[in-house]
């Protein structure tokens, strides 16, 4: 089956720097790929959606400045959380799609902002 | 715009008897419909998925679910429950191409032995 890999899976940062959390897909070519926060106990929230080679498209309520997506190639999109505070400490989870009605998730990255 | 109800945010069952997890879904289109888990601090993973192939769709572990149009449900359900099936469910509708993918709330899974 498609995988697809996050990267890290766990990563602590000082406040004030930046946090890059890649989105690989492995085995298959990944037209558009999706970014979700999850809160403690919460569903996912859809934060953008990118497809290759364009701008991403952002939810209403997330920053752009502070969430940079970029889809450079078809196999991988990276989320880049800037100036990074406590209130980022979340779970993002990436999926990617090939076009068709699924999507594929990565395992996850606990960013915790001390 | 599609929308998704699990209508139980936490569901608890002994051992070894039934699973019931409802979901709701609505849409403007014919939609996909899937049913992730989620163990604690974990990433999803792929339960079933229903995308206008058989309408009883049978999944990884035991579980199934089915799809009811008159109803416009997607219930997931597994005859006996194991300990490992504590987890949270979530239900999910997919429109378009994998575009608008909408989770619903969650419901969390306890398992008593």
């Known amino acids: 089956g498609a995988v697809v890999s996050q990267h890290p899976s766990r990563v602590i940062c000082k406040s004030g720097t930046s946090v890059k959390i890649e989105c690989r897909s492995l085995d298959f070519q990944a037209t558009t790929m999706f970014w979700y926060r999850q809160f403690p106990k919460k569903s996912l929230m859809l934060m953008a959606t990118s497809n290759e080679g364009s701008k991403a498209t952002y939810e209403q309520g997330v920053e752009k400045d502070k969430f940079l997506i970029n889809h450079a190639s078809l196999t991988l999109s990276t989320l880049t959380v800037t100036s990074a505070h406590p209130e980022d400490s979340s779970f993002y989870i990436c999926?990617?799609?090939?076009?068709?009605?699924?999507?594929?998730f990565g395992q996850g990255t606990r960013l915790t902002v001390v | 715009a599609q929308s998704v109800t699990q209508l139980d945010s936490h569901v608890s069952v002994s051992e070894g008897t039934p699973v019931l997890l409802r979901c709701n879904y609505s849409s403007s289109y014919s939609p996909s419909l899937f049913w992730y888990v989620q163990h604690p601090n974990k990433g999803l993973q792929l339960l079933l998925k229903?995308?206008?192939?058989?309408?009883l769709v049978k999944g990884i572990n035991g579980f199934e679910a089915e799809f009811k149009k008159s109803e416009t449900s997607f219930h997931l359900t597994k005859p006996s429950a194991h300990m490992s099936d504590a987890a949270e469910y979530f239900c999910v509708v997919s429109g378009w191409y994998g575009q608008n993918f909408v989770f619903g709330p969650g419901t969390r899974l306890s398992v008593l032995p």
């Open positions: 229903y995308t206008s192939a058989a309408t």
């Open positions: 999926s990617a799609s090939q076009g068709t009605t699924e999507a594929f």
